[in-house]
């Protein structure tokens, strides 16, 4: 840490003298933080990286490692405490801060009142309209991604296996693998699960004959805020922790709108993750005993859906998600 102030300290060339007028710290405490002798605050390590141009965390992280070694760098169970400590810090990080707001809490409220209603309905002709459902659902999906297939089109191609005239051969292989993919999701479904292999598995399906890099993830990405590359397993696997640590205590709504929010964050293919994070949010959705929920793909809800997709709250998102599910109870009991 002493070798980044100092050496960002003399690249921009100011004196402590000055620095420590800029921020109204004594020259000494300066003097001292570059030597080794003083450790700064947390509040004076933000100061420092802002007039130094220090990036944040960077300085954050090599701080903090100050502290932990002062601390206990010398005890003999040292590294078995981290490990430890890391796991614990894991979990914490897991387990959902999300508050739901009272306009959303009273629109969970509506849905549970005609999910209820839903459940306790004669269902002898629900096999028909959940068959309708899936076939609206890979129109509608597709479309959102820019597949130009008519509903009817698409299902010639999937029941009758018609080749249409004038659409491509991807657009064909969209629609077939988006119905297979339906069939997987209600076959985990039964099974009440949901690993990282299945995610592959969505992705092999969807991506099959389409992309040669069916059921992998891209290697790395770049953020662009933080100009470093993360490994996309890395945030993956805390993708799967959140879902088996918070998987029993959300509202299941909140927490399939979240496993679609937060997986279209990581973004970890290089195509279909649109589909795919849908195709999870039904999952959960039909484990919790809900239908398949059907996001419409023309023009102005798409513009809509993409808005809320790049927003970095979810709040807004979880609202839209409610509202659309709740439209698909009313259109059932219809």
């Known amino acids: 840490m002493k070798s980044l102030l100092k050496n960002a300290r003399e690249k921009k060339g100011l004196k402590t003298r000055e620095v420590a007028q800029i921020l109204s710290i004594d020259q000494a405490l300066i003097s001292k933080f570059e030597s080794g002798l003083r450790k700064p605050t947390k509040d004076q390590i933000t100061k420092l990286a802002t007039l130094l141009e220090i990036d944040h965390e960077t300085l954050m992280i090599a701080w903090l490692k100050e502290k932990i070694l002062y ?3 010398d005890e003999e169970f040292a590294l078995k405490a981290l490990a430890a400590t890391e796991q614990e810090l894991k979990y914490q990080k897991s387990v959902s801060k999300i508050k739901v707001s009272v306009t959303l809490g009273k629109m969970l409220q509506e849905i549970e009142l005609l999910k209820t209603k839903l459940d306790s309905s004669a269902q002898n002709n629900f096999n028909e309209i959940s068959q ?3 076939l609206e659902y890979t129109f509608e999906s597709n479309r959102i991604d820019g597949n130009t297939m008519t509903l009817k089109e698409t299902e010639m191609v999937i029941n009758e296996g018609v080749t249409i005239s004038g659409k491509s051969m991807k657009e ?6 988006h119905q297979e993919a339906i069939r997987f999701i209600k076959d985990l479904e039964k099974n009440n699960s949901f690993t990282e292999r299945n995610l592959l598995s ?5 991506q099959r004959g389409i992309h040669s890099e069916s059921g992998n993830y891209k290697k790395t990405r770049t953020s662009e805020k933080e100009s470093k590359t993360f490994l996309i397993s890395k945030e993956i696997e805390e993708y799967f922790t959140w879902f088996e640590v918070n ?5 299941p709504i909140v927490l399939a709108g979240e496993m679609h929010f937060r997986l279209l964050k990581i973004d970890p293919f290089d ?3 649109g589909k795919i994070s849908r195709l ?10 809900y239908p398949i929920l059907n996001i419409k793909g023309d ?7 993409s808005r809320l997709n790049e927003n970095n709250d979810s709040e807004e998102f979880l609202f839209f998600i409610a509202q659309t599910l709740k439209e698909v109870l009313e259109k059932y009991l219809k």
């Open 172 to 177: 064909h292989l969209e629609a077939v693998n």
């Open 202 to 206: 969505i992705h092999n399906l969807i």
């Open 71 to 73: 601390e206990i760098g």
């Open 247 to 251: 998987k029993n205590k959300l509202h």
């Open 280 to 289: 999870i949010m039904n999952l959960v959705l039909l484990q919790k005993g």
């Open 299 to 305: 023009e102005e809800n798409k513009k809509n859906y």
């Open 132 to 134: 309708k459902s899936e």
């Open 271 to 273: 195509e279909g993750n």
